[in-house]
């Protein structure tokens, strides 16, 4: 199986902090890589698909790059309702896909 | 409004079955594939099984095959997953989850349940 990393595994920052979250790969999966949003006790959202498609509704300060093995998720100025756990899925290695372990997103 | 709701989980004893159900609403269930995606307590993501549009074609992770089977009824817009042989470990809230791709799994989950608990203890 591809395994994902992310980096950091908890960052704190403050609103309307720019801010990235690295996503890696183990091997190279070209764009096949999502990005979720999770708060807590709800379902994961997609925010971006195949490594920078923006999902309809998400807000246009979320942004999504990278191809091969590092991503990036750029929040560009943190709102109040952006702290939360994020997390990459990559979908080259199907049906077997898998998760990055999550990067928590906290209030400084 | 697109509409996922599991229903099914609870609390069973280790070795015991239980099968959890997911009613869709709001969207042409017979043209999305259809995933169930799980988070054990205070952890990540594991992607569980997917079945195709059609029933047809169905996968699963490591950890869950050949005791659990995904199934599908379109006529019903119905979602379900047979869990036998629980262990400790498949305790968890199980979603269901439908892919972003119409008739060809993408593989990318759009739109999600709210979750049901299974808790599998002695």
């Known amino acids: 199986d591809i395994q994902m990393t992310q980096s950091p595994s908890s960052l704190s920052a403050s609103v309307g902090d720019r801010v990235t979250i690295t996503c890696r790969a183990s091997q190279s999966i070209s764009t096949y890589l999502n990005w979720y949003q999770q708060k807590p006790g709800k379902a994961p959202k997609l925010l971006i698909s195949?490594?920078?498609n923006l999902q309809s509704g998400v807000p246009s300060r979320f942004s999504g790059s990278g191809s091969g093995t590092d991503f990036t998720l750029t929040i560009s100025s943190l709102q109040p309702e952006d702290f939360a756990t994020y997390y990459c899925?990559?979908?080259?290695?199907?049906?077997?896909?898998?998760f990055g372990p999550g990067t928590k997103l906290e209030i400084k | 409004q697109v509409q996922l709701v599991e229903s099914g989980g609870g609390v069973v004893q280790p070795g015991r079955s239980l099968r959890l159900s997911c009613a869709a609403s709001?969207?042409?269930?017979?043209?999305?594939?259809m995933h169930w995606v799980r988070q054990a307590p205070g952890k990540g993501l594991e992607w569980v099984a997917d079945?195709?549009?059609?029933?047809?074609?169905?996968h699963y992770a490591d950890s869950v095959k050949g005791r659990f089977t995904i199934s599908r009824d379109n006529p019903k817009n119905t979602l379900h997953l047979q869990m036998n042989s629980l262990r400790a470990e498949d305790t968890a809230v199980y979603y269901c989850a439908k892919d972003l791709g119409w008739i060809l799994l993408r593989r990318a989950f759009d739109m999600w349940g709210q979750g049901t608990m299974v808790t599998v203890s002695s």
């Open positions: 079945i195709s549009y059609d029933g047809n074609n169905k």
């Open positions: 709001g969207f042409t269930f017979s043209n999305y594939g």
């Open positions: 899925q990559q979908t080259y290695s199907t049906p077997r896909v898998t």
């Open positions: 195949a490594a920078s």
